[in-house]
């Protein structure tokens, strides 16, 4: 495990040149620790907690993901909860076990299906598999029709992120917020936007290439409510981020427009295992 101090350098450094001291501190503190995940080393030298791409290595009597209708999905990645530095995140992921990402990226139906936390009947097509330890795996062929992406072996580091700038946890901690506070400062926004993201990502405030993807999935929990229903924000701050996949030229993997895949969960069900209630959006440039 290594620590990108440089990231969170550049982010107390952002802070604390473009806000004023008090509230510098005060958004410093909604900082959350993730483990941005990249490729590990060839020669071994980094410590592998999982791997994009290539084929899962599923139990015996674990049937593969399929999306009633339009068929299998795409195994996507899988992480080894025991080598994840998860002592240094705020979310109880397992001490131990797998978990496996499944996603119906379009290969049988060339993307005209898409999958959508405001669509109840699209869900089935992203899922999170947890294996517990000591269940004996064996690799999985792919079903007909789905090409695996390349394999990418996985590295872990611990890093700061930073809540997105329209956030409800920004509204909450801030509020009320007129035109002129000093984090619509245009300054701070552009010198913000200027420190690199993670990429792929476990744990922490996700990385959205559009908007929040909390209020996403809570419209979607709630039965989607206009966009202005109040309930919204107040339900996108019970869900937090379980696993960030970007697009990654190594994997081959392409989420339309250099975009990312999202699974989010509820901290109560990610203390009770229940990866079945874990949620699911995408964004695109």
Same mark, same amino acid.
């Given at each position: 495990?290594?620590?990108?101090?440089?990231?969170?350098?550049?982010?107390?450094?952002?802070?604390?040149?473009?806000?004023?001291?008090?509230?510098?501190?005060?958004?410093?503190?909604?900082?959350?620790?993730? $483990?941005?995940?990249?490729? #590990?080393?060839?020669?071994?030298?980094?410590?592998? =907690?999982?791997?994009?791409?290539?084929?899962?290595?599923?139990?015996?009597?674990?049937?593969?993901?399929?999306?009633?209708?339009?068929?299998? /999905? @795409? +195994?996507?990645?899988?992480?080894?909860?025991?080598? /994840?530095?998860?002592?240094? $995140?705020?979310?109880?992921?397992?001490?131990?076990? @797998? $978990? +496996? +990402?499944?996603?119906?990226?379009?290969?049988?139906?060339?993307?005209?299906?898409? =999958?959508?936390?405001?669509?109840?009947?699209?869900?089935?097509? #992203?899922?999170?598999?947890?294996?517990?330890?000591?269940?004996?795996?064996?690799?999985?062929?792919?079903?007909?029709?789905?090409?695996?992406?390349?394999?990418?072996? /996985?590295?872990?580091?611990?890093?700061? @992120?930073?809540?997105?700038?329209?956030?409800?946890?920004?509204?909450?901690?801030?509020?009320?917020?007129?035109? &002129?506070?000093?984090?619509?400062?245009?300054?701070?926004?552009?010198?913000?936007?200027?420190?690199?993201?993670?990429?792929?990502?476990?744990?922490?405030?996700?990385?959205?290439?559009?908007?929040?993807?909390?209020?996403?999935?809570?419209?979607?929990?709630?039965?989607?409510?206009?966009?202005?229903?109040?309930?919204?924000?107040?339900?996108?701050?019970?869900?937090? $981020?379980?696993?960030?996949? &970007?697009?990654?030229?190594?994997?081959?993997?392409?989420?339309? &427009?250099?975009?990312?895949?999202?699974?989010?969960?509820?901290?109560?069900?990610? #203390?009770?295992?229940? +990866?079945?209630?874990?949620?699911?959006?995408?964004?695109?440039?």
């Amino acid at each position: 495990m290594t620590q990108n101090t440089t990231a969170t350098d550049a982010l107390h450094a952002v802070a604390r040149e473009h806000l004023p001291a008090d509230v510098a501190e005060r958004w410093i503190g909604l900082l959350r620790p993730g $483990l941005g995940l990249t490729k #590990a080393a060839d020669e071994g030298t980094d410590v592998v =907690v999982g791997r994009l791409g290539g084929l899962p290595e599923l139990p015996e009597n674990e049937e593969w993901p399929v999306w009633e209708g339009h068929g299998p /999905l @795409t +195994f996507i990645a899988s992480l080894d909860c025991a080598a /994840l530095p998860s002592a240094a $995140l705020d979310i109880a992921l397992p001490e131990d076990g @797998t $978990l +496996f +990402f499944f996603y119906f990226d379009g290969q049988l139906d060339d993307g005209s299906a898409w =999958v959508a936390p405001d669509e109840p009947d699209t869900w089935a097509g #992203a899922r999170v598999l947890y294996v517990p330890a000591g269940v004996p795996l064996a690799e999985r062929p792919a079903p007909a029709g789905i090409r695996p992406y390349a394999e990418v072996r /996985l590295a872990a580091r611990v890093e700061a @992120t930073a809540p997105y700038p329209w956030h409800p946890v920004i509204y909450r901690e801030f509020a009320p917020m007129p035109d &002129d506070h000093p984090l619509w400062d245009e300054d701070f926004q552009e010198a913000l936007w200027d420190v690199p993201g993670a990429g792929h990502l476990v744990g922490g405030h996700a990385d959205p290439v559009q908007d929040d993807v909390e209020s996403e999935v809570a419209r979607g929990a709630l039965g989607n409510p206009p966009n202005d229903d109040p309930r919204i924000g107040e339900e996108a701050l019970r869900w937090t $981020l379980l696993a960030q996949i &970007d697009s990654d030229d190594d994997a081959g993997m392409m989420w339309g &427009d250099c975009g990312a895949l999202y699974w989010l969960i509820r901290p109560e069900d990610l #203390a009770a295992r229940r +990866f079945d209630r874990a949620m699911f959006t995408w964004q695109c440039s």
